[in-house]
């Protein structure tokens, strides 16, 4: 079987313009030094909230997965969660703790298309978004926050979207069986320098890089049997 190759790339927030120019210095990567092959994107989720233009990230993708099909995969973060809770589930609270944390941000982005707040179909979109996707042949895990190191896989969404705990981050102290032999990939936790992580010989790689921080967009392109390669926006 074809092992697969993968790009991730970590949370976007908002960041339409350096989203588009990863893809193009992917598509450029990929021709000169990867044959053309055919790459799995994989985007770690938080793809709104805080940056200029949410709404069209959102349309961005829902239109790349129609084109690219299985080959493009979208994981549901965090900020995506507060959005369809305070949007649907009609909660004052909820709603004020979204546009506090980078929810004013993506309203604007869609009253200046002449909408009143992010529309059904984004919505739907959005909540059907897996948390998690994991190529067991590979050795892969890709989330947006982390993983349970004890419990993995039977974690929950809300433990993939939000967590931070520190034994997840020491990877000396995951004890589930699962996670023998398999690489991590998330985001959800700006790096301190705006570097991609990674971590104890590779079984931990985190590529928020603080996009919307005064970091850069990265992109981290795995092809089986070598280092990572790096790209930013």
């Known amino acids: 079987m074809t092992q697969r190759i993968y790009c991730a790339i970590g949370d976007i927030h908002g960041e339409l313009d350096r ?10 990567h990929v021709r000169k030094y990867l044959r053309d092959a055919d790459v799995t994107l994989v985007h770690l989720g938080d793809l709104i909230d805080r940056g200029q233009d949410s709404c069209g990230v959102v349309d961005y993708l ?37 546009l506090e944390w980078g929810g004013e941000e993506t309203m604007d982005s869609y009253r200046r298309r002449g909408l009143d707040g992010p529309p059904d179909h ?3 979109w959005l909540q059907s978004l897996p948390t998690l996707h994991h190529d067991t ?12 190191p004890h419990n993995f896989p039977d974690c929950g969404e809300r433990v993939q979207m939000w967590t931070r705990r520190k034994d997840f981050f020491d990877a000396r102290c995951w004890t589930s069986p699962d996670l023998v032999g398999q690489t991590v990939v998330h985001g959800h936790s700006p790096t301190e320098d705006n570097e991609p992580d990674v971590a104890h010989g590779g079984r931990r790689i985190n590529v928020d890089t603080g996009a919307v921080y005064g970091g850069q967009l990265t992109a981290a392109i795995l092809v089986p ?5 790096f790209l930013h926006s």
């Open 225 to 229: 049997g070598k280092a990572p390669t």
């Open 137 to 148: 042949e590979q050795g892969l895990v890709f989330v947006h926050a982390g993983v349970d």
């Open 19 to 28: 989203l588009k120019d990863l893809h193009d210095q992917l598509g450029f």
């Open 122 to 124: 984004h919505l739907d």
């Open 62 to 98: 829902i239109d790349l997965e129609a084109r690219m099909g299985p080959r493009a995969v979208t994981l549901r973060g965090n900020h995506e969660q507060m959005m369809i809770e305070a949007v649907r589930e009609q909660n004052a609270e909820s709603r004020s703790h979204w």
